[in-house]
Each structure stands twice: as structure tokens, then as C-alpha cells.
């Protein structure tokens, strides 16, 4: 049996899955020329539940304000929230950056098949490691070429004004 998909439409859903609707990623990806990309999906509707659940697991307990309704299934919407420029956002809405950054996780899993994996991987075992203080410096080389985790650095500017803490722009 398949999974209902079910978008959070701003009243606090306790049956959310999915902080987008497939149309609003299609014009995500529209306007961002990924289009393409995007329709290599085989599953638009589970790509947005995955990328939600990344959202929720990733950022739980650190987006500024608290859940609009007790009940609700998601972490959006919120009270108490501003944006970057100081303005209030809506408790019924959420804000276009956090379905933007929804939006780019959906289009990940078109190659990753779990946005989490790397949460939970350990990072690559590091071969060889050289620091040098002065006009620091450091060379870092890992079996197998690189570290296992990902930075979406996208996804971190898209959620920075919302999350408490500034420093988003990490690995995972």
C-alpha cells in the first residue's frame, strides 16, 4: 500500500507528510532550470516526504519560534517566528525559503536514495592529516577520497534565518 501524501497546508495537520506540494516543486524547479532534473524522478511524492523528513530530523529542536498547533505532524507552521528583515511570519504559512529548501532535497534524491545516510554514517577514515599553524593551512586525505558526508550548502542558506543557531552551513 502506498503512503498517502498528505502537504501541510498552514493549519497544523497531525496527518502531514510533506511541506510542498509536487506542483510547488515543479515550479521550484521550473524556475531554477533543474526541471529536467527533477522529472528523473520516479516518485515526485516520496522524494517530498524524503526530503521533509530530512528537514524535520535535521533541524528538529532548533527552528526559532514553537509549533503552531500542539497536534500538528511537521515542525511547520510556527509562531513567533521573524524573518531576516524583522517581519513576523505567519503561523498559518510557511515560509517560501523552507519550501525552497524542500524543494532542493526533493531534487537530491532523484540520485541519493536516503538524504539520511549520511546522517548516520560515520565519516570517512581519515589516511593521511597535515595542519600547519602559520598561514594556516591543512591537507586532509581520506581512504576512499573524501569524507563521507555531504554538504548541502543550498539547503543550509535556504533554512539560516529560521533555526537558532547561525552556524547551518555544516556536513549532513
Given at each position: 500500500m502506498a503512503a498517502t501524501f498528505v502537504v501541510e497546508d498552514g493549519t497544523g495537520l497531525s496527518t502531514a507528510n510533506a511541506l510542498i506540494s509536487e506542483a510547488e516543486a515543479d515550479q521550484y524547479h521550473d524556475n531554477n532550470g533543474t526541471r529536467t532534473a527533477w522529472?528523473?524522478?520516479?516518485?515526485?511524492?516520496?522524494?517530498?516526504?524524503?526530503?521533509?523528513?530530512?528537514?524535520?530530523?535535521?533541524?528538529?529542536?532548533?527552528?526559532l519560534g514553537s509549533r503552531a498547533v500542539a497536534t500538528q505532524a511537521l515542525s511547520w507552521p510556527?509562531?513567533?517566528?521573524?524573518?531576516?528583515?524583522?517581519?513576523?511570519?505567519?503561523?498559518?504559512?510557511i515560509p517560501q525559503d523552507i519550501k525552497n529548501?524542500?524543494?532542493?532535497l526533493a531534487l537530491d534524491t532523484v540520485t541519493e536514495s536516503d538524504l539520511l545516510a549520511d546522517e548516520?554514517?560515520?565519516?570517512?577514515?581519515?589516511?593521511?592529516?597535515?595542519n600547519k599553524v602559520g598561514e594556516i593551512e591543512q591537507d586532509i586525505e581520506y581512504i576512499g577520497g573524501a569524507d563521507s558526508t555531504t554538504l548541502r550548502t543550498t539547503v543550509a542558506g535556504l533554512v539560516r534565518n529560521y533555526v537558532t543557531d547561525s552556524?547551518?552551513?555544516?556536513?549532513?
Open positions: 522529472d528523473l524522478a520516479s516518485d515526485k511524492e516520496q522524494a517530498i516526504r524524503s526530503a521533509t523528513k530530512y528537514l524535520e530530523v535535521k533541524y528538529k529542536g532548533r527552528w510556527r509562531a513567533g517566528v521573524e524573518d531576516c528583515d524583522g517581519y513576523a511570519v505567519d503561523s498559518d504559512s529548501a524542500c524543494a532542493e548516520t554514517s560515520p565519516v570517512g577514515i581519515i589516511k593521511r592529516q597535515r552556524d547551518v552551513l555544516e556536513r549532513g
